[in-house]
């Protein structure tokens, strides 16, 4: 009987390996092929070469992409932060039965299929000038960016100590200074993490960017959607390459706000 | 100051703080997506270009062929529309119904005599162009796209609009979610392992078999199909490693196909499965297991009977939300997947972006959104909308 | 501090801004078609002129046009590279500007027939069959070879789209190339042809964009594809491979620029278009890729053995059929839903 649940265990725990294997050799598959010398995305590789990342950055379309991508996700992070902070404290403050609906329909952007968000934006902007312009998308981005924001500092705002807060009101703070003294503190891992994960939700983007954006506006996920469906050689690769490592760079910055991504259950 | 003014006083507060998202939100998503649906039954474009038609096809009794008026109206409309050439955008919209009125109305508006004043019988004129004019169906598709408003796209979508290709939304629907269903049966299926794994360690150790799980949840979507296509393609890595094993003797079909769209979905989505399992595997002790065991339950038993109930929450947590965001999934059928593998999605972009059918477009969409909605409330229900997660 | 902070935004906002007129843009094919092309005219049109010049590339499609028109401002094209049926339809249904053959180097410069009210020539190529000589060096002979998964086992890849793949399955089901459109004509044609694709339906990878083919043909995913002819010699020299071409059935087709409708560019545009059609660039053209030209000058200066390698030699023209834009205006709205359909099934 106990070698029998001892087998079940170390079984389940080998699975449970060969499970975590699958989630993240992929990733790793395709980084030597960016260093292969010919231009077939295929091994065997016909030689070591670091000529696919030269042509990245040499490239005028993949610089400007990753140049349009820094600015929409920037531009994301600066307009969603304090949109989506300041409806998390306001439902903080919320004593209402419909709170929960009211919750429900500001986060459902990250809910809705990105499809969808895209189709709408693409019909309602475009009339209004706002195609073609990475304002347009940055506003776009933002809207599916804001519920990462909302939840991640709820999340903080809803455990922090409230005695805190009363007791600065009590010694006479002003609300403002209460705020900026007490509360804001409290809610800034909640603040740093939700900014992260917009500036995540922008970078990665795709679908909205395909939609709405130019030659001028293309941001790196489009590109590189370009490069897979139009022009598959191992320059894509070496930007795949490049992702993963600021992919991996973010992570660990998350990692160091000590906010790590807080659980569903 | 009373309890109830304080609380009153704290809403007020409370939603002046929450307006700003939402006028935004409203200007940059709930309204453009309201705006979406609208459009899946407007229909202005026929009576723009075909105005006379429109007007002279008001009195038809809708059984005999209509009058020399109304064929001297289409005659008229087509040629002012071949003049604008705006033709083409007439016979599109006809051709919702039928792609053979597109035809018709093209070839016709292409044909029409330069000298209309030498014309004294527009009926005989149009059916030596196109005998389909002397039947009555064109003239009810004609009659049916005065607008402003149409079922069309809707009908189409839901496979009830009876043209010969009628099914194929009702296909792709069903498609959809037979995807949908066994990504999230194959997730949770590979979830439960994870998560246990997770669970039973700690340290170190347990950080760093956090990380193997979200660094490809934050690795972009398209990177990760790029990866697949690599590792799956007929000389790929996978293949290889199956027949140096000699466990095939020929590479097998892994991609373009739905085996491809299949194992990338499965590894985008595992992650939203492997997380809120994690959370209900933690808060459960440890000695439960051993209890059932000391009862003389044994290891299986004991996992159906005492672990399984539960965890059964969090399985069913992520499971839901794995199989909302399947159903949204474009990218990666789009790059792993055949031409009969696509999903919802494609149709709305094809749509939208190369067939120029906008309401179909809007139609689909307005489907896919209101089933989303509705797991989407579902989830709110169940698992409380403060444990939303994406 | 607070002034940097200014800049900075001030920066920001200039650059995510709607700009108020935007580059001219030039759409293409993509691929080592659009870095040839580059090199032989985008480049030097921005030296000549110094008008800025923006890029961008497409699959092709006569929807995809429609949806820019009807997109109305968000239009981010001025000129496109177009095949011949896309270039007949949309300027019958108004998508491009009429252009003045006189402003861009008069109807004489060109191949008799090629300038139409809304295009210019601007590329010659064949669709062909490409195989691996590595794999077999014989190779297909016939489309009927190319359909026949018994003497060829593998998968063959196929551009997405009735256009071409029609023609090719009737061929392959023994109609002769010059009976090609006739039987093509009649909706038992049609079915027939359907009918021959849907033999080998589940051997088929479909293909959207002109680099994908030899890129499923290298790595050894499909045994055979359909591809433009000038991809298969700039793969060869790339990867030092054996790819070569079966002209047997292969398709000639002529694709135009056009300018789409309200450009805001239109007299850049014109201008690209003039020196796109000079003989002294088209010259350049066929030794890139191997693609043909509409410039009669040019096509004249052309070294022998260059064009005899060409799409429009002799030897070549007799090989294959000439695709037929008016069948394709006709019925590509409705073979294009029938294809869309009966692929997804």
């Known amino acids: ?265 | 100051m009373t309890i109830d003014s304080a609380a009153m006083r704290s809403n007020i507060v409370g939603l002046a703080l929450i307006a700003p998202l939402v006028i935004f939100l409203a200007f940059t998503f709930l309204v453009p997506l309201g705006r979406m649906l609208v459009l899946s039954v407007s229909d202005t474009e026929l009576a723009a270009i075909m105005p006379r038609s429109v007007i002279a096809l008001a009195s038809w009794d809708g059984e005999t062929l209509p009058d020399e008026e109304a064929f001297a109206a289409v005659a008229a409309d087509l040629a002012a529309a071949r003049e604008d050439r705006t033709a083409g955008t007439a016979a599109r919209r006809l051709g919702y119904a039928s792609a053979e009125w597109r035809t018709v109305l093209s070839s016709t508006a292409r044909s029409l005599p330069d000298d209309a004043s030498s014309i004294t019988n527009w009926q005989d004129t149009l059916v030596s162009i196109e005998p389909a004019w002397g039947q009555a169906k064109i003239w009810h598709a004609l009659a049916e796209a005065r607008g402003p408003f149409t079922d069309i796209h809707v009908l189409t979508a839901l496979g009830m609009d009876g043209g010969p290709d009628s099914g194929l939304y009702v296909n792709v629907l069903v498609r959809t979610f037979v995807i949908a269903i066994s990504a999230t049966a194959i997730c949770l299926l590979l979830a439960m392992p994870a998560a246990y794994l997770l669970s039973s360690v700690s340290g170190p150790l347990a950080g760093l078999l956090m990380l193997t799980l979200l660094l490809p949840l934050w690795t972009s979507v398209l990177v990760r199909s790029t990866s697949w296509l690599v590792i799956l393609q007929k000389n790929g890595i996978l293949n290889q490693i199956l027949m140096a094993l000699r466990i095939t003797n020929a590479p097998l079909d892994l991609i373009y196909n739905r085996t491809g769209v299949l194992i990338a979905l499965t590894h985008v989505l595992l992650p939203y499965a492997v997380l809120p399992l994690y959370a209900a595997m933690k808060s459960l002790p440890k000695s439960q297991m051993q209890a059932s065991r000391s009862l003389g339950g044994g290891p299986l038993s004991g996992f159906f009977r005492v672990y399984l109930p539960q965890v059964l929450p969090g399985l069913s947590a992520g499971g839901l939300m794995v199989f909302i965001l399947a159903l949204g999934y474009y990218i990666t059928p789009l790059l792993l997947g055949g031409q009969g593998d696509q999903m919802l999605p494609f149709y709305i972009a094809y749509n939208t972006l190369q067939a120029l059918n906008w309401g179909l477009a809007a139609s689909l969409a307005g489907g896919l959104l209101i089933v989303t909605v509705i797991l989407y409330l579902l989830y709110v229900r169940l698992v409380g909308v403060e444990r939303v997660r994406v | 501090m607070m002034k940097h902070t200014v800049v900075a935004v001030a920066a920001l906002l200039a650059a995510i801004a709607p700009a108020a007129a935007r580059d001219l843009t030039v759409v293409s094919w993509g691929g080592v078609f659009q870095d040839a092309q580059r090199e032989v005219y985008f480049d030097p049109f921005r030296e000549e002129t110094g008008i800025p010049l923006a890029e961008d590339s497409w699959d092709g499609g006569i929807g995809v046009l429609r949806t820019k028109i009807e997109a109305g401002d968000a239009n981010n094209w001025d000129v496109v590279e177009v095949e011949a049926e896309e270039e007949a339809l949309g300027c019958e249904e108004g998508l491009f500007e009429v252009i003045d053959p006189a402003l861009v180097g008069g109807v004489d410069q060109y191949i008799e027939g090629s300038v139409t009210e809304c295009g210019v020539p601007a590329n010659i190529a064949a669709i062909v069959a490409a195989y691996d000589g590595a794999v077999f060096p014989e190779g297909p002979q016939s489309w009927a070879d190319v359909f026949d998964t018994a003497k060829y086992p593998g998968k063959r890849a196929f551009r997405s789209g009735p256009k071409m793949n029609l023609e090719f399955a009737l061929m392959a089901d023994g109609v002769a190339p010059a009976d090609v459109y006739t039987v093509l004509s009649t909706p038992e044609g049609v079915d027939r042809a359907f009918a021959k694709l849907d033999s080998i339906k589940d051997d088929i990878v479909w293909w959207t964009s002109g680099n994908q083919p030899m890129q499923l043909l290298g790595s050894g995913e499909v045994a055979f594809t359909t591809t433009y002819n000038g991809r298969v010699a700039a793969a060869n020299l790339e990867n030092s491979r054996d790819f070569r071409i079966m002209w047997e059935g292969g398709a000639l087709n002529v694709d135009s620029w056009v300018i789409l409708r309200g450009s805001p560019n239109k007299d850049n545009a014109i201008k690209l278009l003039d020196f796109l059609g000079r003989a002294d660039r088209q010259v350049e053209w066929p030794s890139k890729l191997g693609y043909g030209v509409g410039n009669v000058e040019a096509q004249a200066q052309l070294p022998a053995e260059l064009a005899e390698t060409l799409p429009t030699s002799p030897e070549h023209l007799e090989a294959g059929i000439k695709i037929d834009a008016n069948f394709w205006i006709r019925n590509i709205d409705a073979l294009n839903e029938r294809f869309a359909s009966w692929s997804s099934q």
Not at chain 1, 166 to 189: E, K, N, Q, Y
């Open chain 1, 1 to 265: 009987m106990f070698d029998s649940m001892k087998f079940w265990t170390v079984l389940t725990r080998l699975a449970g390996i060969l499970v975590l294997l699958f989630l993240l050799l992929p990733l790793f598959a395709i980084i030597p092929l960016a260093f292969n010398a010919g231009s077939i995305v295929s091994y065997p590789m016909t030689g070591l070469s670091t000529r696919w990342f030269e042509a990245v950055v040499s490239t005028p379309r993949w610089l400007n992409s990753i140049g349009n991508s820094m600015i929409v996700a920037a531009a994301t992070v600066a307009l969603s932060v304090p949109l989506g902070t300041a409806a998390a404290l306001g439902l903080d403050r919320l004593h209402f039965a419909g709170k929960s609906v009211v919750m429900a329909i500001l986060i459902s952007p990250m809910i809705v299929p990105v499809i969808i968000t895209a189709v709408g934006v693409y019909f309602f902007f475009a009339p209004m000038g706002l195609a073609n312009s990475l304002l347009g998308l940055i506003l776009a981005h933002s809207a599916i960016a804001v519920p990462y924001v909302l939840v991640s500092v709820n999340a903080v705002a809803s455990q922090r100590d409230r005695r805190l807060e009363r007791a600065g009101s009590s010694l006479g703070a002003t609300p403002f200074v209460v705020f900026r003294t007490i509360t804001m503190p409290l809610i800034l891992p909640g603040i740093v993490s939700g900014a992260i994960f917009a500036f995540a939700a922008s970078f990665d983007e795709v679908v909205i960017a395909m939609m709405i954006t130019g030659p001028d506006q293309k941001t790196l996920p489009r590109e590189l959607l370009s490069g897979t469906r139009e022009n598959l050689d191992p320059s894509v690769l070496a930007v795949a390459t490049i992702i993963i490592a600021i992919s991996a760079g973010l992570l660990v910055a998350l990692n160091l706000v000590g906010a790590k991504r807080k659980v569903a259950g």
